[in-house]
């Protein structure tokens, strides 16, 4: 998906040396606002967000990853892979276009 871009240590806009917003390829950063965001985050779409940091202390993984598939499917994302390997989440998840 083509969209504005975050900067990714501290989510403010990209902007160029001409002091236009940066736009780009933004599936990736779209996928961490989905997993950082708590349900209730979002005004417009109250029942969006994962809320990784609550599932940290959590016990089963699957549903914190069963979570992720419905709230990435929802977002319009054609899920191919979401797995933990190695202590990482690994994401393959596209957007439908």
């Known amino acids: 998906m083509i969209d504005i871009l975050l900067d990714t240590t501290n989510n403010d806009l990209l902007i160029d040396a ?3 917003l940066k736009i ?3 599936d990736q950063q779209h996928q961490a606002l989905l997993l950082l965001f708590d349900k209730g985050s979002l005004k417009e ?4 967000g994962v809320g990784a940091f609550k599932h940290l202390e959590a016990e089963q993984a699957a549903t914190f990853l069963r979570e992720v598939r419905m709230q990435f499917t929802n977002d319009g994302m ?3 892979q979401i797995v933990f390997e190695n202590n990482k989440l690994l994401i393959d998840a596209p957007y439908n276009e």
């Open 18 to 20: 001409t002091g236009n």
């Open 24 to 26: 780009g390829r933004s």
């Open 45 to 48: 779409n109250p029942d969006t």
């Open 78 to 80: 054609q899920i191919k």
